[in-house]
């Protein structure tokens, strides 16, 4: 056990990504959503991914497309931004705004 985090803090980014994968292939149906709550809590930004080998990288952005068409109404902003859809956090900024005055 010892051996597996010593390669941890020396090869920290592989462990990250294969965080990743494990999420993204541990069910059937794909668990797209765990894939991004696992980047959040790894605090995995979209250049993160873009520095990322292009194969590597394909079926997490994918993974992120997906979310894009649903995304959980129970992320943090992080989310919305990694996926694209900063849009959400803003109108949920002026929603709170509008409620206050």
């Known amino acids: 056990m010892e051996m597996n985090s010593n390669l941890e803090i020396m090869f920290p980014n592989i462990f ?3 965080r990743l994968y494990n999420a993204l292939m541990s069910t059937n149906n794909r ?8 980047m959040i809590a790894e605090r995995f930004t979209k250049d993160n991914l873009d520095h990322l080998p292009f194969g590597i990288a394909l079926p997490l952005k ?12 129970k ?5 919305y931004i990694l996926i694209g859809k900063q849009w959400i956090i803003f109108n949920y ?4 705004r509008i409620a206050i005055e």
Do not use: Q
């Open 75 to 79: 992320w943090p902003a992080e989310a």
């Open 31 to 38: 668990n797209y959503f765990a894939v991004v709550e696992i």
């Open 93 to 96: 900024i002026l929603k709170v």
């Open 62 to 73: 994918e993974a992120l497309r997906n979310c894009r068409y649903e995304p959980s109404a």
């Open 16 to 18: 990250r990504v294969s």
